[in-house]
């Protein structure tokens, strides 16, 4: 092409491109030329002169029949082709047979479509805007700045941007839609469309993109799955903002897939292996009803690091001030309502399989921060301030784990909803005969902070709760040297809501909440933590169902129970090898410590031993300060048979029984219920107790009463407002202990 006319070939016959057979030379007009390539056989390729910088059509170009290159890549700019004069439906460049390629074209202003293709499409350096209708429509798949030879990974053939914008408007529209295959796109901005900004029907490939201002989802494959790839050293913009629908989401219904009762497949996934940021859009940020998620990771199966060394952020999405659209099963663009809206949650990241994520913030968004129907794999994480849970797991597991020296930050809080939950209830499994078996556990094998959520901090009512632990059934030993503070959880002041069974976001009633207890952490099994601080969480501090097993805990001003086992067995050991640690129990409304779920020895079901292999301060709790029903109590031992100290610090149990306290259990119905009518005191047990260099003083109640043995070596029983000591089988052994009148 080497003129900027829009005249026909002269003569089509000929083989030449020629508008002008009277002058000297060959006059090509970009019209001519396509009429010259659809003449001959064979792939063709139309480059341009350097002269030529704009092209205007007067009406319509004719379409293209087989398969051709139009190049101006040779140019220093981009050939523009203007389509405000080419008439009504006019698009700028159509294809009805073959393949299209274009390179270093600026397609503008045309009424219909700047791309209209029924095969492939490859598109480099390229600009498509202000078009009537789509920018690039396909019935193939679109490549855009992408090798369509090696379309299995995406390949980058060039790293100038191009732009697909401010398309659509008449009939239907938007950026890129590729209605029966798959679109690969790197370097490239897709915006302000008045439709979607990326649809296919197959898959979806990206790297180094801006998506955003689409009057539509930002990216969605209606059958496939969504891959992001990052660059060598993932130093790329990756955006997805302010889109009028989700930023990124595959399928056609954003609500997340219904647990049954099959195993089920996935589909649809959506692995981001960089890192992104997806924000201000009018649904879920990322979302997968039936596929798996991952995002910074390989993919969301696997116990994968980081690929990137960068944040991804996922925050402010369900944008309530942006309408809200996705593309049909016939990529027909829908409004969503509002209803419809606030039932599918709109959250940050939502996943119908299992989703793994590294180094991300998920905040603000108006529905959960992180959900997933089954396994949840994180690590460096801060998921903070969003309408919902922070994350859910509906059917199975949670797993959070650290870095190589555990130096990482991971927050959950304020979240209208649990911090970390497994299932879709959140009351406690109940007691009963059953096994002591797991389902839907939550394991953090480093510190965290889980404060000011609307439910519970960490709830897994079915499963097994592990915080600075490789598990919860027996392997001891912290894994972080930091603290993990659960507190201020129940937040009063916060609407709690939870992804139900259905997969919809549902909120819990304040009287459901008050039952349920929405304390700092329960578990339905067992439960393990160390170097744990739990502190003014609405609800009991701790509660399992089964056996506890701690190490330097706070448990501290909780509205229940400081640390209570419903069924099963309670240990706190030393997590210094010199017992230089604080172990404190201390003002909460409820017993400091107790198993089963009565306070009461004569009639109680539940309760088993309770271990302190190491000094504790319980104290200023509501009901009795230690309280086992059925079991043995040691403390600063290791059991009653093995008699010796361990710690050369001295244990407090003391002013129990503070009548300005409400009292709270966690009945044998996992529900926490007040005590109308209860004995308080320091120390009851069923069994026998041992404690070395123990002080038992001023509870309101009996200061130490035990239904079988004692033995006791080191310290006081005084000042309290019933008896001392009371002993129903022998005392074995008092030494060196003042026993006040």
């Known amino acids: 092409v080497n003129v900027t006319g829009d005249e026909s070939d002269a003569d089509l016959t000929d083989g030449v491109c020629d508008v002008d057979l009277s002058s000297d030379g060959n006059q090509c007009t970009l019209r001519a030329a396509i009429q010259e390539a659809n003449k001959r056989e064979g792939e063709d390729t139309i480059t341009f002169e350097s002269s030529v910088s704009a092209i ?4 319509s170009l004719p379409d293209i029949t087989e398969t051709v290159t139009i190049d101006a890549s040779s140019n220093s700019s981009s050939v523009e082709l203007n389509g405000s004069n080419a008439g009504k439906d006019a698009d700028g460049l159509s294809i009805t047979k073959g393949d299209l390629t274009v390179k270093n074209l600026t397609m503008s202003g045309f009424s219909g479509n700047g791309v209209k293709s029924d095969g492939d499409v490859t598109l480099e350096s390229v600009m498509i805007t202000g078009n009537g209708r789509y920018g690039v429509l396909a019935d193939g798949a679109v490549y855009i700045n992408s090798d369509p030879s090696n379309s299995t990974v995406l390949s980058p053939t060039s790293t100038t941007t191009s732009v697909i914008s401010a398309n659509g408007g008449i009939d239907d529209g938007g950026g890129v839609w590729s209605s029966s295959g798959s679109v690969n796109a790197a370097y490239v901005e897709i915006k302000d469309n008045k439709g979607a900004g990326v649809a296919a029907k197959k898959n979806i490939a990206l790297e180094a993109f801006t998506i955003s201002g689409n009057k539509g989802p930002g990216v969605q494959s209606l059958l496939g799955g969504i891959s992001v790839y990052g660059t060598a050293d993932h130093s790329e913009d990756n955006e997805v903002t302010e889109n009028h629908g989700p930023g990124i989401m595959t399928g056609t219904d954003m609500e997340l897939k219904q647990i049954g009762n099959g195993k089920g497949k996935t589909k649809g996934s959506i692995t981001i292996q960089t890192d992104v940021t997806v924000s201000k859009n009018g649904g879920w940020g990322v979302i997968a009803p039936e596929g798996d998620v991952a995002v910074n990771r390989v993919d969301a199966t696997g116990d994968w690091g980081a690929v990137g060394s960068s944040t991804s952020v996922i925050s402010d999405n369900g944008n309530t001030s942006l309408e809200c659209y996705t593309l049909n099963d016939k990529g027909k663009l829908v409004r969503i309502s509002s209803a419809a809206l606030e039932s599918a949650g709109a959250g940050g990241i939502g996943a119908g399989g299992n989703m793994a994520v590294a180094l991300l913030e998920v905040t603000g968004n108006n529905g959960p921060g992180i959900v997933a129907k089954n396994n949840v794999n994180l690590k460096q994480i801060m998921v903070n301030n969003n309408r919902g849970p922070g994350i859910q797991s509906r059917k199975s597991s949670i797993t959070i784990n650290g870095t190589s020296d555990n130096s990482e930050e991971n927050q959950v809080m304020e979240n209208q909803g649990p911090g970390i939950m497994s ?38 009512p079915e499963g097994d709760v592990a915080v600075n632990r490789t598990d919860a059934r027996g392997t001891t030993g912290k894994i972080s040297s930091s603290t993990s503070i659960i507190t201020g959880n129940g937040d009063k002041t916060r609407k709690c809501y939870v992804v139900g069974e259905d997969g919809r976001l549902k909120q819990i009633s ?28 609405n609800g009991p501090g701790i509660a399992a169902k089964y056996d506890i097993d701690l190490a330097q805990i706070k448990a501290n001003n909780n509205r229940g129970p400081g640390i209570q086992s419903l069924q099963g067995t309670i240990g706190v050991n030393s997590g210094t090898s010199d017992y230089n640690e604080e172990n404190h129990v201390m ?138 000591l009371s002993v129903t089988g022998d005392i074995v052994s008092i030494t060196d202990v003042e026993v006040c009148e």
Not at 443 to 457: L, M, P, Y
Not at 608 to 630: D, M, W
């Open 56 to 59: 205007s059509p007067q009406k």
């Open 423 to 460: 299932g879709t209830n959140m009351a406690l499994k109940p007691v009963g005969s059953s096994k002591n078996t797991a389902k839907g556990s939550v394991t953090i094998t480093t510190d965290i902070t889980v404060s000011s959520n609307g439910g519970w901090g960490i709830i897994a």
């Open 510 to 537: 304040s009287k459901s909440l008050e039952s349920a207890g929405a304390g700092g952490i329960g578990a339905g099994a067992n439960m393990a933590g160390e170097l744990l601080e739990i502190t003014e969480n």
């Open 587 to 724: 003002g909460n409304q409820g017993p400091g410590v107790m198993t089963g779920t009565e306070m009461n020895l004569s009639t109680a079901k539940f309760g088993k031993n309770i271990y302190f292999r190491t000094h504790v301060e319980v104290s200023g709790n509501a009901g009795c300060g230690i309280f086992s029903p059925l079991g043995d109590v040691i403390i600063n031992g290791y059991d009653y048979e093995t008699q010796g100290r361990l710690s050369p610090y001295t244990s407090y149990v003391k002013e129990n029984g503070d009548t300005s306290l409400s009292c709270y259990v966690v009945n044998k119905k996992g529900y926490l219920s007040r005590l109308k009518k209860y004995s308080a005191g320091g120390i009851a047990c069923g069994e026998n107790m041992a404690g070395y260099d123990l002080e038992v003083t001023d509870n309101s109640g009996t200061g130490i009463k035990v239904l079988n043995d004692l033995y006791m070596d080191t310290g006081k029983v005084c000042g309290n407002s019933e008896a001392n």
